[in-house]
């Protein structure tokens, strides 16, 4: 089983960019489709963004599509959340999250979180 750990939150002001990345150790990163989850304050986490195993099929929550932008890198074992035009709706804790197959079902292996805040 893969163990995740994301980099790159901060804070940004709105209208500005963030790169969010995702290490995950393992020699099966490969065979596990990734995902990226936020949770606001106050608020149930929800689905953002996420790519399949080989990286050919990306899906996106309506909020975020057109500004988000999800990559993996197979050989290096990442996964990036690429941030633009950011919105004060944007902030909460950015997770990342693997499941072995397909994209779609529960997803089993969870990062710590990492802290995005846009200021308005």
């Known amino acids: 089983q893969v163990q995740l750990v994301e980099s790159g939150g901060g804070l940004v002001q709105a209208g500005g960019s963030l790169r969010l990345s995702c290490a995950a150790s393992?020699?099966?990163?490969?065979?596990?489709?990734m995902a990226w989850f936020r949770q606001a304050p106050g608020k149930e986490r929800e689905f953002v963004a996420a790519?399949?195993?080989?990286?050919?099929?990306?899906y996106y929550v309506d909020s975020v599509k057109g500004r988000f932008t999800i990559s993996r890198d197979n050989a290096e074992n990442t996964v990036d959340l690429q941030m633009n035009s950011l919105k004060p709706e944007d902030t909460a804790v950015y997770y990342c999250?693997?499941?072995?197959?397909?994209?779609?079902?529960?997803?089993?292996?969870w990062g710590q979180g990492t802290q995005v805040t846009v200021s308005s």
């Open positions: 393992g020699r099966t990163f490969r065979s596990y489709a």
């Open positions: 790519i399949s195993f080989s990286g050919s099929n990306t």
């Open positions: 999250a693997a499941r072995k197959g397909v994209v779609t079902g529960s997803y089993d292996v």
